[in-house]
């Protein structure tokens, strides 16, 4: 059994910058894919970044690319999402998730993970 905490969300200006943080428990972080998924109200679960394993590979939605970035220490079993030049738009409560399965390109896919955060919420305002 996985657990994931997040931690880092807030209240920001738009122009503003975040980094959430989701610590994950277990000796296996290090084979895990790793996803962070946000939800804004009335809408679906939405894929933002994805890390490989080893985080030599990373992946971002086409909304996010150039704003957000994605990174992990395996050392602290930690996989953080640095978010720049935010706006309002990317108000949501953001969830990290683990494959700990072998790591597929499905990446991008809300199935593909199998333990989740609780969220953590993220508001920005204009």
């Known amino acids: 059994q996985v657990q994931l905490v997040e931690s880092g969300g807030g209240l920001v200006q738009a122009g503003g910058s975040l980094r959430l943080s989701c610590a994950a428990s277990?000796?296996?972080?290090?084979?895990?894919?790793m996803g962070w998924f946000r939800q804004a109200p009335g809408k679906e679960r939405e894929f933002v970044a994805a890390i490989g394993p080893s985080g030599r590979y990373t992946y971002y939605a086409d909304s996010v690319k150039g704003r957000f970035t994605i990174s992990r220490d395996n050392a602290k079993n930690t996989v953080y999402l640095h978010m720049n030049s935010l706006k309002p738009e990317d108000t949501a409560v953001y969830y990290c998730?683990?494959?700990?399965?072998?790591?597929?390109?499905?990446?991008?896919?809300?199935?593909?993970?199998?333990?989740w955060g609780q969220g953590t919420q993220v508001t920005v305002s204009s």
């Open positions: 277990g000796r296996a972080f290090g084979s895990y894919g």
């Open positions: 998730a683990a494959d700990s399965t072998a790591w597929s390109g499905s990446y991008y896919r809300t199935y593909t993970y199998n333990y």
